[in-house]
């Protein structure tokens, strides 16, 4: 009961609280439905109860808040649901659409005590996210960058983003180190979160260093797994999704869910849906350079010998070939010598005999001219001899010629001879002395 | 040709002479030069798949040398 001093009626702190309370509890007597962003769950382990702080934001800017508590089962029930249907548990920084009702505490103070959450609206809030984070992706042309770089044909060289206590980890690192065929792997761990709110922060981190060190690695492998499907829209995010697209050298997913695909898979160079599965999806590579190495090998060794041995019987079957017809040749032309012989010593022979016609022949002919020539000669000689022996003197003087002689040469005119010159004339038989008496040129 | 040549060009590399063989493009008197090559290429490929090169600590060295994270965040 208030008190009353002079002319003051003084409440208690605790009337004046109990009053608020019964006035606000008479107005707010049944729950609604209200959306709010939860700033924060703030869950305390020792109680089990939540005290969130819910706000209402514009353009960025609160423009209402509440404190607001969530007991235990009621939070136990919510966060069930959430896992369920959502497959992400109550945590900071979500929308939320909850049933409350106003609760004044005289102790606690105004508060909104949250009855249930309905995650259909949560789920609708961060599928919008999702979609928010692919379509920005798209606008900036980035969706599909990783996916163009080009893997090594052994990407060989792995930095793993992981915990070392991920079951995930453990079961990539068997398949990829005992693998039988002998290939061989580097990986270096870069240890991160990998759920949840902060998994954002650290991957990305993670993500920057090994960028700097890039030229050692083929490849960037985000493992997970042995996690549940719980905690996973971190990799809808659009930072997340975005270092991983711009990353300058192929990353692969294996973050082990049965959900639906995030975006940084999505926009991933491969995504595989378990760790075990991404192993085997670089083994595959390995055999792919592999086997083609392999059959490459037996398909020269064989095609080697097949072709040495085509070329050697083809040799042999030439050489067969060759001497076959070499010998045709030689039969061919060894006849075609001695046809050639005969008719050279025929051609000789009538030859010969021809020029020994002809040679006769002249021999005839020469002897012939030769005597005709002879006689004829002869004949001119007799004349010659007939007209020798009517020319000489004896014949001459025989036919009553003399010749007068004055010192002994032949007088030919009278001018050579005077009266009472002694000249002597010669007859065909003897000699006249006599003197001459006068001379008289012939008139 | 330069011996140290890359697994790359030597798969393909390799692969050429794998379908020039197949196709039967290579003479006899190629072959020998071939079957050399090709030789070479697959324990350069075969080496390859077997063993790395890296090295843990150079790497963590030069990730220490590079700065820290920050540095790039901007």
């Known amino acids: 009961m208030p008190e009353k001093t002079n002319d003051k009626t003084i409440f208690s702190l605790l009337e004046v609280t109990q009053s608020i309370q019964k006035t606000i509890s008479e107005r707010y007597r049944s729950a609604f439905w209200v959306k709010a962003e939860m700033n924060k769950l703030n869950f305390y382990g020792h109680s089990g109860h939540c005290y969130p702080e819910l706000v209402e934001k514009q353009d960025g800017k609160v423009i209402a808040q509440i404190k607001a508590h969530l007991w235990k089962d009621d939070y136990i029930r919510a966060n069930n649901n959430f896992k369920a249907v959502l497959k992400e548990p109550l945590k900071d920084g979500i929308k939320i659409l909850f049933l409350a009702k106003v609760s004044f505490d005289p102790a606690h103070g105004l508060a909104l005590w949250i009855l249930d959450i309905d995650p259909s609206y ?9 979609q928010e984070t692919i379509s920005r992706l798209q606008e900036e042309g980035i969706f599909n ?11 060989q060289r792995i930095a793993i983003i992981s915990v070392e206590t991920s079951k995930g980890y453990v079961d990539f690192l068997k398949v990829i180190e005992t693998n039988s065929w002998n290939y061989a792997f580097f990986h270096l761990l870069f240890p991160s979160l990998l759920q ?108 080697s010998h097949q072709l040495i041995s085509e070329a050697k019987s083809k040799l042999h079957s030439e050489l067969k070939l060759f001497r076959s017809v070499t010998e045709n040749i030689l039969t061919a032309n060894r ?109 | 040709m330069s011996d140290k040549i890359g697994y790359t060009e030597a798969f393909e590399e390799l692969q050429q002479i794998v379908s020039e063989i197949e196709q039967g493009e290579i003479s006899v008197d190629e072959l020998s030069e071939k079957v050399k090559r090709a030789a070479l290429l697959i324990k350069v490929c075969k080496a390859k798949l077997t063993t790395t090169e890296e090295d843990v600590n150079k790497i963590l060295k030069e990730l220490d040398a590079s700065g820290t994270d920050n540095d790039d965040e901007g």
């Open chain 1, 335 to 443: 006849n075609e010598v001695r046809e050639l012989l005969k008719s050279v010593f025929h051609h000789a022979h009538s030859q010969i005999s021809r020029f020994k016609l002809i040679v006769s022949q002249l021999k005839d002919k020469l002897f012939s001219h030769a005597s005709l020539q002879c006689k004829q000669t002869q004949m001119e000689l007799k004349n010659i001899d007939k007209n020798i022996v009517n020319m000489s003197p004896q014949a001459v003087l025989k036919r009553g010629y003399s010749i007068t002689r004055f010192n002994g040469e032949a007088i030919k005119g009278t001018h050579t001879v005077r009266s009472g010159d002694t000249v002597s004339t010669t007859l065909f038989e003897g000699n006249i002395i006599s003197v001459v008496q006068s001379t008289n040129k012939l008139a």
């Open chain 1, 122 to 130: 949560t789920l609708g809030d961060l599928e919008r996210e999702k």
């Open chain 1, 196 to 303: 949840g709110d902060k998994a954002v922060e650290a991957i990305c981190h993670q993500l920057r260093r090994i960028k700097r060190i890039k030229s050692h690695f083929d490849v960037v492998a985000i493992i997970r797994g042995g996690g549940g499907d719980i905690g996973l829209s971190c990799y809808n995010s659009y930072q997340l999704a975005k270092e991983t697209a711009l990353f300058p050298i192929p990353v692969i997913t294996g973050i082990g869910h049965a959900t639906n695909e995030t975006v940084t898979e999505m926009v991933s160079f491969s995504n595989a849906i378990t760790p075990t599965k991404l192993a085997e999806f670089l083994l595959q590579h390995f055999h792919n350079f592999s086997i083609p190495l392999q059959d490459g090998e037996r398909i020269i060794v064989d095609t």
């Open chain 1, 145 to 155: 960058r990783n996916k163009t770089l080009k893997l090594p044909l052994l990407p």
